[in-house]
């Protein structure tokens, strides 16, 4: 027989585990993505809010090319790259803090950062 009690526990374990899974998920905790990092081998080469709407080329030495679009909605994409894989423009549009994009051949990463998530978080290493 299930008592009222025993129901009240219940939700308050599904609450409990609902906000920790809110806050430690990926990107979770971080607010809204309110500006876009892009590095090349782990150095900043660009950095702008989120509402700076438009197109940005992205060199990163030689023929290597990659066009990224802010949406200015507070997500981003990359449009074009040379690259002969694609998987940077096949990753879509990015909105959650903490997710990111990475061209391996460019040796590039595309990351939305939020408010509270830190630019020492964690991050992608190429050789």
Same mark, same amino acid.
């Given at each position: 027989?299930?008592?009222?009690?025993?129901?009240?526990?219940?939700?308050?374990?599904?609450?409990?585990?609902?906000?920790?899974?809110?806050?430690?998920?990926? %990107?979770?905790?971080?607010?809204?993505?309110?500006?876009?990092?892009?590095?090349?081998?782990?150095?900043?080469? &660009?950095?702008?809010?989120?509402?700076?709407?438009?197109?940005?080329?992205?060199?990163?030495?030689?023929?290597?090319?990659n066009v990224l679009e802010v949406l200015g909605d507070g997500a981003v994409r990359m449009v074009q790259a040379n690259c002969p894989d694609q998987w940077c423009i096949r990753?879509?549009?990015?909105?959650?803090?903490?997710? &990111?994009?990475?061209?391996?051949?460019?040796?590039?990463?595309?990351?939305?950062? %939020?408010?509270?998530?830190?630019?020492?978080?964690?991050?992608?290493?190429?050789?």
């Open positions: 027989m299930i008592r009222r009690r025993d129901v009240a526990v219940l939700l308050a374990m599904l609450a409990l585990a609902g906000a920790l899974y809110a806050l430690l998920r990926p %990107g979770g905790g971080g607010g809204a993505p309110n500006r876009v990092v892009v590095t090349i081998d782990g150095v900043q080469v &660009f950095a702008a809010p989120l509402g700076a709407k438009g197109l940005y080329p992205l060199q990163s030495g030689g023929p290597q090319l990753k879509g549009m990015l909105s959650d803090p903490g997710d &990111f994009i990475a061209c391996l051949p460019h040796h590039l990463v595309v990351r939305l950062q %939020g408010e509270n998530l830190s630019p020492d978080g964690p991050d992608v290493v190429i050789q």
